[in-house]
């Protein structure tokens, strides 16, 4: 392409990170999950193609787009990353099924301790029910 830089480790955290974000607030962790495991194999070669296809006319688009493009394409092709991105999803996903998982078992946990009080009303009721029915028929 035209623009030829080196990204530091830190830039290709930035964003996988900033792709990590856009996919967790638009709610599509699966299908990224699908989508990154199924373009892991040929990660190379597309990015690769893209770079061929696009090179002549990102220049047209300005120096900004056509530098975060070829940021992208340098992250993206090689699959360590979208590894890490798919593992980053991943660990996303498994703390929010813990997150519900532990807000169930809590709803539940109320539930019952509900339960328990109800009963514990109703039984209140009957005995000082039984007291009232005796106490009625025990006239002076």
């Known amino acids: 392409m035209y623009w030829e830089i080196e990204l530091t480790p830190e830039e290709i955290e930035e964003t996988l990170q900033a792709t990590y974000d856009k996919i967790i607030h638009f709610k599509m962790e699966t299908m990224a999950i699908l989508t990154l495991e199924s373009i892991k194999p040929w990660s190379y070669v597309g990015g690769e193609l ?25 992250v993206f092709e090689k699959r360590e990353n979208i590894e890490r991105l798919i593992q980053m999803i991943e660990e996303s996903l498994q703390k929010e099924e813990a997150e519900r998982r532990a807000k169930k078992k809590a709803e539940k946990a109320a539930k019952e301790e509900q339960k328990k009080r109800d009963q514990a009303v109703k039984d209140a009721l009957r005995e000082a029910e039984k007291k009232n029915r005796n106490s009625l028929f025990k006239l002076p």
């Open 50 to 74: 893209l770079r061929a296809a696009l090179a002549p006319i990102m220049p047209a688009f300005g120096e900004g787009l056509g530098l975060t493009s070829e940021k992208m394409l340098q």
